[in-house]
């Protein structure tokens, strides 16, 4: 089955809907069917007050788009690419839409749930809790939990005198709660040990216990409120028990869906050898994608983008591709809001190119004197980021129960800590991140580069020092343990160094403004009239 990437979409015609002329601009009409197709890609109905301005809207698209084919700004690859990339984008939505509305959750199934979960339905008194906590090793001196213990005396004071506890537990704690300000969420029966849950639960709302002791440290908990916990009805627990099947249904269809569709192009990763328009896959039936479009799907650089992270990028748009393909065969192409969603959305995108080639015809960019002066007015801006080298471990979180996969990942931290199990060798046996094959290793870059790794990671690592390992850190459904090997801290940059940046943000700033009045210059050469206020039949 071909794969075809740079096809632009044939779905271009208006739908077949009345002639009559709801507006007139200089160069053109904006006809009912025009008018009724806008509304139905934008999920409208047709609104009197706001008739006007939508009119306004169609018609400076309508004129921008005819500007920018005349000028042939769709023939450009990164255009064309782009443009194909609608059709795709929407037909691949639409083939996971289908595949989600086959699915159906009888009644029957719902039942046999509730009746398995019969005792899920009471949802017990639940606290909702912060914590500081200074960890002191269990064979640590006598005097080295003593200064700890006064330490956390005299925290517990200065909230009692009105201290802020998220911002003392950000500075002080050495739990990975000191991320979240402390907060540990409701807490129900249970969780913590039945010590410490007796006085926890035995709180009023914004009481705080006193110092509690463990074996390995010290801890204050704060009750920030209470759930007195209830029965769940039946009718809301069924309503509850249907979406989460329907979401795990969903889930799994798509996820075999994905496969189906892989398997189906059979996509082969060559290593780029030439120009832009060198392949770097290859798909069955004689599809391809080139390394200007894995430059475009990546958005960012990829010279050297490691090769697993490269394959990713590609393996989503193989996805797309393919299931375009399959949304074709079943004749999706043919629904009426896909349609005019395909029409306006290039509309839309011609548009912008069209003002952006105006705006560069008369943009002039910053000279040397006004870039220096910005350096100086805004010179501590300019800091080099911060660098980190960072190895992780990363694996998904089971089906199972969860509080024991947290005690065994809890348990292999521990292990970590006490110098039983070598970092690297951890990672090479458990990581499924594409960094297991050097220890887990990702090697020194900017720290905001991280970012992928999801809030929660990234929090964790912001919060490390050089050496330190995290503890277990849950980012969607996948846990993780991170190691700081090395930070390489910001300093001030040179405007030497900075000139790239001050030219882009003075550009950026010329550009926004000139986007501002070429928009307005077309919308006032539009003179656009309105000769009858009929009403459509949305």
């Known amino acids: 089955m071909p794969f075809p990437l740079l096809v632009l979409p044939i779905l271009l015609a208006s739908p077949p809907a009345g002639t009559d002329v709801l507006a ?8 009912r069917g025009e008018y009724e197709s806008w509304l139905l890609a934008n999920g409208q109905k047709d609104d009197e007050g706001q008739r006007r301005a939508r009119l306004e809207t169609i018609a400076l698209a309508e004129t921008l788009e005819a500007a920018a084919l005349g000028a042939r700004l769709d023939r450009s690859l990164h255009t064309a690419f782009r443009l ?50 200074k960890r002191v090793p269990a064979d640590a001196p006598e005097p080295v939990r003593a200064a700890a213990r006064a330490r956390m005396e005299a925290l517990r004071a200065e909230l009692l005198a009105g201290a802020d506890f998220e911002e003392l537990a950000w500075r002080e704690s050495d739990s990975q709660t000191r991320f979240r300000g402390g907060a540990m969420g409701y807490v129900p029966p249970g969780v913590l040990a039945p010590e410490v849950e007796r006085i926890a639960f035995a709180l009023g709302k914004g009481e705080l216990t006193p110092v509690l002791a463990s074996a390995d440290g010290f801890t204050l908990l704060r009750c920030d409120d209470i759930d007195e916990g209830r029965v769940i009805p039946l009718d809301e627990a069924r309503t509850m028990i249907r979406r989460g099947l329907w979401t795990r249904a969903s889930d799994a269809r798509q996820a075999r869906l994905r496969a ?107 000279g040397e004197a006004e870039m220096r002066a910005h350096y100086e007015k805004n010179r501590d801006r300019y800091l080099s980021p911060t660098r980190v080298d960072v190895a992780l471990i990363r694996w998904p979180l089971g089906e ?27 990672a090479r046996r458990m990581s499924t991140d594409p960094s297991a094959a050097r220890g887990g290793r990702l090697g020194l870059q900017p720290l905001t580069d991280l970012a992928y790794l999801g809030p ?57 403004a000139l986007q501002q009045e070429r928009e307005a210059e077309a919308k006032r050469a539009l003179e656009l009239t309105t000769p009858a206020p009929a009403a459509t039949g949305s």
Do not use: C
Not at 25 to 30: A, I, K, L
Not at 84 to 96: D, K, P, V, Y
Not at 277 to 289: K, M, Q, T
Not at 479 to 508: I, M, N
């Open 24 to 31: 007139t601009y200089r160069g053109g009409t904006v006809t």
């Open 84 to 133: 194909a990339q609608i059709e795709t984008g929407l037909l691949a939505s639409a083939l996971r839409r289908q595949a989600d509305r086959e699915i159906v959750i009888g009644d029957a199934e719902v039942e046999a749930e509730l009746k398995a979960e019969d005792k899920e339905r009471y949802k017990p008194r639940t606290v909702r809790l912060r914590n500081i906590f």
């Open 260 to 366: 189906e569709l892989l398997q189906e192009a059979a996509p082969r990763y060559v290593e780029p050898q030439g120009g832009d328009d060198a392949p770097v896959a290859e798909l069955r039936g004689g599809g391809r994608i080139t390394l200007a479009e894995l430059r475009w799907l990546a958005a960012r650089p990829i010279d050297g983008m490691p090769a697993e992270a490269r394959r990713a990028v590609l393996e989503e748009q193989v996805v797309r591709l393919a299931a375009a393909a399959r949304a074709r065969a079943r004749g999706l192409h043919e629904d009426a809001a896909l349609q005019a969603q395909v029409r306006w959305e290039r509309a839309r995108l011609l548009a912008t190119a069209e003002i952006a080639r105006r705006v560069n015809l008369s943009l002039v960019p910053p």
């Open 400 to 426: 199972g129960p969860q509080r024991r996969q947290f005690e065994e990942a809890d348990a292999m931290v521990a292990r970590l800590r006490a110098g039983e199990l070598p970092f690297d060798e951890a």
């Open 456 to 512: 929660n990671v990234y929090r964790t690592i912001e919060g490390l020092a050089p050496g330190q390992l995290s503890g277990v850190v849950q980012q969607d459904k996948q846990l993780f343990v991170v190691k700081l090997l090395e930070r390489q801290a910001s300093r001030p940059l040179t405007y030497e160094e900075s000139a790239t940046v001050v030219e882009k943000e003075l550009g950026d700033a010329r550009v926004a």
